[in-house]
């Protein structure tokens, strides 16, 4: 096909209903980049004999030795349907899991996909999380069904075989949209259920309860995938071959005489072909399989070759002299199947026929993407809401608004934009040269003239000055060369960034004025304040600037555009400075921030990078805010310890990303830390067995005295610890103790937790806002429903004797006041709970209202950072037993109350302002409105200066508060160390496909890094096994690569991140009775995983290790005699 010019692609731009946004999504390996080389061979720019061996999407250097896509790339094809033309805007995504990120880029911007499934590995992990990212985003899939020629070629199948394997295929990816599908329904009625619960109070009586799901008044035969629905395209795209059964039905009816209506329906399914009556039958008695016909006519092509130039005659087709001289049969087949079945005619048309134009988006989809968070639609305010109408209709008009998503940055050589490249010359300009070439000759020949008659008038001493002088001359000459050159290096070497984006309504132009939304901002507080023609006004999350260029992306090329209409995809220039990672562009100021992307990779692979040399110090930081701009998974942090931090999803992300900061951003050399693995610390229940499985207490324990007095040592002065667990502590100047126990919270708890920590962090804003009493906007009743919902999942989870009343008394959350620990209180005199936005906010006063931030700063502080080796912890609820406040303390507390109330004051000490000032505004504000009339008689100056001595007292240890946070967390660190401490490990699900020659090897590779295996099974059909496993974290670096070379690269893992887990093995175990001591030694020095992991973290972060660097100091002797 000849190539199309970038005005015939402008043209169609602007004809909305023939334009195609459509990405490529599978799993790793099942020919997504090949599909796209024999797509974009249909156009002319690539060679069809090149498909699928250029990967032309492919353009980093890394995607090409690697063999696999890391970025979703772009490009802009042009496809004729008898008179219809269209535009596909085609998206290549990456299919490892690593990149799963870019993935939700592309998805974003898509109202279509196509899923390309390998016809004999069939439905991998990748296939379902893809599927699971586009229901999510609301686009429609279609399915192509790659590599079938290895049915016919490597397993050898029958046609009938082939028909069952496909038939099953099809039935898993049909299982899956099933599923999300069922969930979506089950979902959608509970809301209703909940909806019509709160509106109708219905009298006591007899109620009838319904019984069915609502899934069977549901229409869901357009979402499965089935060949005679015209949504499947069965493909080999390395051959470049592909059919829809469609191709089929017309081909048949010609022949036989029946409509290819007909025909579409029974041409796949368990139908018979009577020959003589020329009728499609159910039962098989004459005749064959006619579900089959298509896979059948291909496996003839390959297997009988006398039929080769039958078949080639009968079709009409030509085949070139060097494919049919050719020995090898498969040549052939290629060169048949290309002609008579292009994967290019089935996949497009198939595409344009089954998937939707932009102006087909749903009204679901739009108001998903508008509402934020836990808003609803109807919530927004109505300017916003007329915004949905615009979307809807995908309007180009100028009164339009303009609305664009930018989904990803990526970075790209500024020697490839447009303006850079250097560009073929016209005549005019070539004979323009060639009159300057000639003029500058002649003015050189003049110039020399006149030198040589001037040489013979000079003297020897002119003679020497001009020498001089021309040397000088040509030095700043030579000076001005070499700066204009660095000069132009640094320019040719400087990144540029281009927004990936789409416009989903107006026409966006070059030089036009647009806001930048950031996900924090909302519509309503700045509404009626702005217009895009105005200067930027002072509105948070909100910023205002100017579209450089606009580009239309031809995958490895750019082209300029002047403007672009709603419903295509484009890249747009000049937006480093205002976006980030992703944003939404609008003219209107009443748009919301797009809902933000769905990762289904969670960043957890971290390591420390510096400069070789310090003096590159500057270049890497700016090397790291460019690579954190570039990428949209990556993580960039400055840690405390003043480390940079890389944070990636996995170990090809993270080599990727170095690669990039050494190569492009920063262009330098970096010194990279070993993997930073994150652990978490909580406690267990005592164990009832030891480490021989013998029940503890029925054993003679052997004296280990040293050991019992460690423990001992362990707990200083002044710290009562009881034999439960509890710890009573007191602040250093003694006026106030804390009483502390900690429990281990159940599983399930943990989870939810974990789950919620998002609409826990809610809470919590609604709480402070509450407690400021700021007239914040209502608090959204569906927020309130989940957040009632939890509360109630809570009460489920935290039940018994020791849990009674729990939920009430949660104080806080931790650490970040999101995080999945858990502060009671259980004292008499203090109300505050968590659930005050439910409405049952108490506002009171007492003692210890002045102070209780102290005590939850301190409980965040150590669920921050764990006592074993500074680490989060995980799953622990610390209840307060006991807070005792002295009478001086109690008058401390009252004259803070009182400082803030009575300002006139003047002669007020250093040590009331300490007390004010560590008090928290919003606690101090909320008490000085809420008191009661017997607490709020002001105190006279002599009073205060009666307490004058305890007030110094209390002084020379600090603010007071300040003294509760640190006895807060000591008391719980040390409530921890009463509890069997043990660390949690981040565990990866490890799902791997091997054949049975290598299985004993995967085994053997997984045993050997802590893996511990969940689940068997060989796919049918094949004898390929596909095996589930768990793996720690810590021991998954080079996982991948070691089991590729044990097994000769037949088996490869995909890992994802899943949960932590609790390592058994008590990292501070030493034996105590004598059967441990006949097992394990007196040093019990094997190995202890956790006191391994431990250690490590300890010394990474210049913590105390307590090891032996020599164990035994004599010299060595060689005990046979030197002769």
């Known amino acids: 096909m000849v190539l199309t010019s970038v005005g015939k692609m402008v043209g169609l731009q602007k004809k909305t209903s023939g334009i195609r946004n459509i990405c490529i999504l599978a799993h790793v390996d099942h020919g997504k980049t090949t599909l796209a080389d024999c ?67 592309a998805v974003r911007l898509c109202d279509g996909c196509i899923i390309v499934v390998d016809a004999v590995e069939g439905v991998c992990p990748q296939t379902q999380a893809v ?47 099933g599923v999300l599908f069922t969930s979506k329904v089950l979902e959608e009625r509970a809301e209703k259920e909940t909806e019509s619960e709160s509106i109708s109070d219905t009298a006591p009586g007899d109620q009838i309860y319904d019984w069915s799901a609502g899934l069977e008044d549901t229409d869901d035969s357009h979402l499965y995938f089935s060949p005679d629905h015209g ?47 020329k009728k499609i039958m159910k039962s098989d008695q004459v005749g064959r399989l006619s579900g089959i016909l298509p896979v059948f006519l291909v496996y003839a092509c390959y297997v009988d070759k006398e039929k080769i130039e039958k078949i080639v005659t009968s079709l009409g087709l030509k085949i070139g002299a060097r494919e049919s001289r050719h020995a090898d049969p498969k040549v052939h087949l290629n060169a048949i199947c290309s002609q008579w079945l292009p994967i290019s005619d089935a996949v497009l048309s198939m595409v344009c026929n089954k998937l939707p134009s932009p102006l087909d988006i749903t009204a679901e989809r739009v108001e ?64 323009h040269r060639r009159e300057l070439a000639k003029q500058r000759h002649a003015e050189k020949l003049a110039a020399n003239q006149g030198k040589e008659k001037l040489i013979v008038h000079k003297c020897c001493n002119s003679a020497m000055d001009t020498c001089s002088c021309s040397e000088e001359k040509q030095l700043t000459g030579q000076v001005e060369i070499m700066t204009s050159k660095a000069m132009k290096q640094e320019a040719d070497n400087k990144e540029s960034f281009i927004a990936f984006a789409r416009v989903f309504s107006g026409v966006l132009r070059r030089g036009q004025k647009i806001f930048v939304l950031g996900p924090k901002y909302d519509p309503a507080e700045s509404l009626h304040k702005c217009s895009a023609t105005n200067d930027l006004p002072l509105v948070p999350h909100m910023a205002c600037c100017t579209l450089e260029n606009l580009y239309l992306l031809m995958g490895r090329e750019l082209e300029d555009l002047e403007e672009v209409p709603a419903g295509n995809v484009l890249g747009i220039g000049g937006l480093q400075d205002v976006v980030l990672k992703s944003a939404t562009l609008s003219t209107s100021p009443a748009c919301p921030p797009f809902t933000p992307l769905n990762f289904e990779a969670t960043p957890i692979v971290r390591v420390a990078v510096e400069p070789k040399h310090p003096s590159d110090m500057p270049q890497l930081v700016r090397g790291m805010k460019l690579l954190n701009q570039a990428d949209p998974c990556v993580q960039v942090l400055i840690q405390e310890t003043g480390e ?57 324990k052997v004296a280990v005295i040293h050991q019992t007095k460690e423990d001992q040592n362990k707990i200083p002065e002044g710290i009562q610890v009881d034999s439960d667990g509890l710890v009573t502590i007191s602040t250093p100047n003694k006026q106030a103790t804390l009483s502390v126990r900690a429990v281990p919270l159940p599983e399930e708890v943990t989870r939810l937790l974990e789950e919620n920590s998002d609409l826990i962090r809610t809470m919590e804003q609604l709480n ?120 001086v303390g109690e008058m401390l507390s009252t004259s803070s109350q009182d400082s803030g109330e009575c300002d006139a004051i003047e002669h007020k000490q250093n040590e009331d302002t300490n007390l004010t000032s560590s008090c928290t505004d919003e606690v101090c504000s909320a008490n000085a409105e809420h008191q009661d009339s017997s607490q709020s008689v002001p ?30 967390k000591e008391a719980c660190r040390y409530a921890l160390q009463a509890k069997p401490q043990r660390l949690m490990a981040a565990m990866y699900t490890c799902e791997i496909m091997a054949t049975a020659e290598v299985l004993g090897r995967v085994y053997a590779v997984l045993s050997k890094r802590e893996g511990r295996v969940l689940q068997e099974e060989m796919k049918e059909g094949t004898d390929v096994f596909i095996i589930k496993a768990v793996l720690p974290v810590a021991e998954s670096f080079g996982f991948a690569d070691e089991i590729r070379k044990r097994t000769s690269g037949l088996a490869s893992p995909q890992l994802v991140f899943s949960h932590w887990e609790i390592i058994s093995s008590d990292p501070f175990w030493v034996p105590t009775t004598e059967e441990e001591y006949l097992h394990f030694g007196e040093k019990a020095d094997s190995e202890n995983q956790a006191r391994k992991y431990m250690n490590a973290v300890r010394k990474r972060k210049g913590l105390y290790v307590e090891e032996k660097i020599v164990e035994h100091a004599e010299k060595q002797r060689t005990l046979s005699r030197n002769k």
């Open 39 to 105: 797509l974009i061979s249909s156009n002319g720019i690539i060679s069809s004999r090149l498909a699928g061996k250029l990967r032309y999407l492919d353009s980093r250097e890394d995607e090409q030795i690697r063999g696999i896509t890391m970025k979703s790339s772009a490009i802009s094809l042009h496809f004729v349907k008898g008179d219809q033309e269209y535009l596909i805007n085609l998206i290549d995504s990456p299919g490892h899991v690593d990149f799963s990120s870019e993935v939700s880029t």
């Open 131 to 177: 599927l699971r990212q586009a229901w999510l985003e609301n686009i429609r899939p279609v399915l192509v069904i790659n590599k079938i020629d290895r049915l016919i070629v490597e397993l050898k199948l029958t046609p009938q075989e082939a028909y069952l394997h496909l038939k099953n295929i099809l039935e898993q990816i049909n299982a899956v949209t």
């Open 231 to 277: 949504n499947v395209v069965f493909a080999s795209a390395i051959d470049g071959w592909g059919f829809g059964i469609e191709h089929f039905a017309k081909l048949y009816s010609q022949k036989i005489g029946i409509k290819p209506a007909v025909l579409l329906k029974t041409l796949w399914g368990d139908y018979y072909l009577n020959t003589k009556a």
């Open 368 to 431: 998903k993407l508008m509402c934020v968070g836990a808003r609803t639609f109807d919530s927004l305010p109505p300017e916003t809401q007329e915004l949905k109408r615009a979307f809807m209709k995908c309007s180009s008009e100028g009164t339009a608004p303009v609305i664009v998503f930018v989904s990803k940055m990526f970075a790209v050589d500024a020697k490839a934009l447009p303006h850079n490249k250097p560009r073929p010359l016209t005549q005019e300009e070539i004979a």
């Open 644 to 700: 940079h931090v890389l944070v990636t999803a996995g170990e090809v992300h993270l080599q990727r990303c170095l690669d990039d900061l050494k190569e492009r951003f920063a262009k330098v050399q970096v010194s990279v830390s070993a993997p930073i693995i994150p652990f978490r610390e909580t406690i267990t229940r005592p164990p009832k067995v030891d480490m021989v499985n013998e029940e503890i207490g029925k054993q003679q």
């Open 768 to 887: 402070s806002s509450l407690n400021e009493d700021k007239k914040t906007h209502e608090i959204n009743q569906k927020t309130l429903d989940r957040i009632k919902e939890f509360k109630r999942k809570l009460e489920q989870n935290l039940q018994g004797r020791k849990w009674r009343n729990a939920v009430d008394q949660i104080w806080s959350f931790g650490p970040r006041k999101c995080g999945p620990n858990i502060l009671l209180y259980n004292f008499e005199g203090y109300k505050r709970s968590v659930w005050q936005c439910l409405g049952n906010a108490v506002k009171e006063v007492s003692k210890y209202r002045d102070f209780d931030n102290s005590i939850v700063s301190g409980f965040q502080l150590a669920t921050l950072s764990g006592p074993m080796c500074e680490e989060p912890l995980m799953g622990v609820c610390f209840t307060v037993e006991k807070w005792q406040i002295n009478k």
């Open 939 to 968: 105190k006279s100056s002599e009073k205060i200066s009666k307490h004058k001595g305890e007030v110094l007292l209390a002084d020379c240890y600090g603010p007071f508060s300040g003294q509760l946070i640190a006895t807060m």
